[in-house]
């Protein structure tokens, strides 16, 4: 093989293609009509998308070899094409400073399907198409690389063939001697210099994310405006892209920030496809923008852009086959195992978001959206499955406490009063649990966070405790075992919630709310509205009394008083208990309980019209 490139050039259009150093047809290649049919082919699959070049170019240049160089690529948009092609209204020029096309390169690139990529690490080209993606800009793309200088033209007018035959070009159409340079003159009506530099200024910085070689992206176009995109991985897992420049009429300065989480999988056995031969493992991976102000979420790669939104917060990569336009995933097994593997990774994700603190409710919030309306029939579906099962299983839900818990041992509580008025302890013992119940942190709530409560409640069966929940959870052991203080916090919690106690068979009125002052505890009232206990006063009484130190707190007073709870009866208390005393044979009282009983009497006899007294 010849070592010069412009020799190089001749011999392929010499041996491949028939024609002499001068253009002229000397043989025609017996093979002549399989390549037109071949590029028939490739004509009519060049992509749809029409920003589809531009991610083609950018694969070529994160799959291109470097020498030490930090890998960098530039587009330059500019009115005057450099090449002269007739018809021409500007250019592309994209240099890469790569080391350069050698003769395998070049042969592939004169040939259609012919690839130098291995497919062990994954690409973007299919369907032979690879680079040709560029005639749907131009007709003649050039390439200056190496030595070589040549264009492609789309039609040549010898051969009847296009894409393919080499034509070498003598004339400098560029200074650069350094990497690879191709130029896109824009000569096709339907690619303006203004549809152009539109597809240029919709390059997203996400776009390098996932490549590991590229970590600089220019774009300048001819109205002056120049945007860099640079990738900084020095701390990863955290992934920093720096916009900067000015980007439609803007000034920019923008700094993104990304979690960025890569794992290998192996490829089970019955897992194959024409495209992936020999292939035995693949890497996924998935990034988590951390500004709270990033809005490029939802987005899935195959190394470069595929589809604009999964409503997802986070960004998937993994080898997709994809359709021809870059589009869309095609329904295969291998995209359905590479969709597995995404969803483990998710999964697995969270327990490091949550490690490193950046696991709050912002980013729940807005994985609760989007898990919250995808169907089941969804390609992307098993990551719904298995997020649900690692946030069931794991601590992953941010408890009140500042810690996380599961969703099989987390509660949300209905109103912060209630959250504050029962504690782990307690929750646990209202649920009869063995292992360690949590409410839930108090920021989740249907204002706050609407779809992540949605979520906790619908797809978790988180369950809510309400006022009336509690109530029926309510026991006798439960309230016997309470401090004097809680049960004051209990009636706070209960006597502006009415419903729950005024009318004779509310719930409250059936449970053993009441603390007497020997600590045993009594429903409210009797069948008949009969009190079982009455208000303490300074007087003894016989009658069984409200333990005095709950009582002399304002708020529990104000609720036994709504209640209704009545103060003893001075007569019901002489009639009941003190006269029978002194009707007996045998009178056993002792002088402190009998001049008690005497001041009680003289009471009622000084004030016959005091039913009852807390004076005494």
Not at 157 to 165: P, S
Not at 390 to 397: C, E
Not at 461 to 470: C, K, S, T
Request: charged share 25%; proline share 6%; with cysteine.
């Amino acid at each position: 093989m010849t070592n010069n490139p412009r020799d190089h050039i001749n011999k392929i259009r010499r041996e491949k293609y028939g024609l002499d150093e001068d253009g002229r047809l000397i043989g025609r290649n017996p093979l002549a009509s399989d390549l037109q049919n071949s590029i028939d082919h490739l004509s009519e699959g060049l992509y749809s998308k029409n920003a589809h070049f531009i991610f083609e170019l950018i694969q070529n240049a994160e799959d291109n070899t470097y020498n030490g160089e930090e890998p960098s690529l530039s587009f330059e948009l500019v009115r005057t094409d450099p090449t002269g092609t007739s018809g021409s209204h500007g250019a592309i020029i994209i240099r890469n400073n790569e080391v350069g096309f050698f003769p395998n390169n070049v042969d592939a690139i004169c040939a259609v399907g012919k690839s130098t990529k291995e497919k062990t690490q994954g690409y973007i080209g299919e369907k032979g198409i690879g680079f040709k993606s560029v005639f749907r800009v131009t007709s003649n793309p050039h390439i200056i690389s190496n030595g070589y200088s040549f264009c492609l033209p789309e039609h040549d007018k010898v051969t009847g063939l296009g894409y393919i035959v080499p034509r070498w070009i003598n004339e400098a159409v560029d200074g650069t001697t350094i990497g690879t340079t191709i130029i896109l003159p824009l000569d096709k009506p339907e690619f303006t210099y203004e549809t152009i530099e539109k597809m240029l200024q919709d390059i997203e910085p996400e776009t390098i994310l996932f490549l590991s070689k590229i970590k600089k992206l220019e774009i300048l176009a001819g109205t002056g405006e120049t945007f860099t995109i640079l990738k900084d991985d020095a701390r990863f897992p955290v992934v920093e892209i720096l916009v900067d420049g000015t980007r439609r009429g803007n000034t920019l300065s923008k700094l993104d920030k990304f979690l960025l989480l890569t794992e290998p999988f192996d490829k089970p056995g019955d897992i194959a496809h024409e495209k992936r031969t020999g292939i035995t493992d693949r890497e996924v991976s998935v990034a988590f923008p951390l500004n709270k102000e990033n809005q490029i979420a939802g987005k899935v790669f195959a190394y470069l852009p595929v589809l604009s939104d999964t409503g997802f917060p986070f960004l998937l990569n993994a080898d997709f086959i994809l359709t021809s336009s870059r589009e869309e995933i095609q329904d295969v097994p291998w995209n359905h195992w590479l969709i597995k593997c995404s969803a483990r990774l998710v999964a697995d994700s969270l327990t490091i978001l949550k490690e490193k603190e950046y696991l709050a409710l912002p980013l729940l919030e807005s994985l609760a959206k989007g898990f919250n309306e995808v169907p089941d029939y969804h390609l992307f579906h098993p990551i719904v499955v298995e997020v649900r099962n690692a946030f069931m299983n794991k601590d992953l839900l941010p408890a009140d406490d500042g810690a996380f818990i599961s969703a099989r041992n987390a509660k949300l509580a209905r109103g912060a009063d209630l959250r504050k008025l029962l504690n782990q302890g307690q929750i646990r013992s209202l649920f009869q649990s063995m292992g360690t119940i949590k409410w839930l942190s108090g920021e989740i709530t249907q204002d706050l966070t609407p779809d992540l409560k949605r979520y906790l409640v619908e797809q978790l069966g988180i369950e809510e405790v309400r006022p009336e929940n509690f109530v029926e959870l309510l026991t006798d052991d439960f309230l016997e075992n309470q401090a004097d203080r809680w049960m004051i916090d209990f009636y706070t919690f209960f006597k502006d919630r009415a419903e729950f106690w005024e009318k004779p068979d509310a719930p409250l009125k059936k449970r053993k709310i009441i603390r007497l002052e020997d600590n045993s505890h009594v429903i409210p009232f009797k069948s008949g509205n009969t009190p079982n206990a009455y208000l303490p006063s300074s007087a003894t009484t016989n009658f069984p009394t409200i333990k005095k130190s709950i009582f002399e707190d304002e708020a529990a007073a104000d609720f036994l008083n709504r209640l209704r709870i009545p103060k003893p009866d001075l007569f019901a208390e002489i009639i009941q208990f003190i006269l029978p005393k002194y009707a007996e044979d045998s009178v056993t009282v002792d002088h402190e309980n009998n001049i008690d009983d005497l001041r009680k009497i003289k009471i009622l006899l000084d004030n016959p019209s005091q039913g009852s007294s807390s004076s005494a």
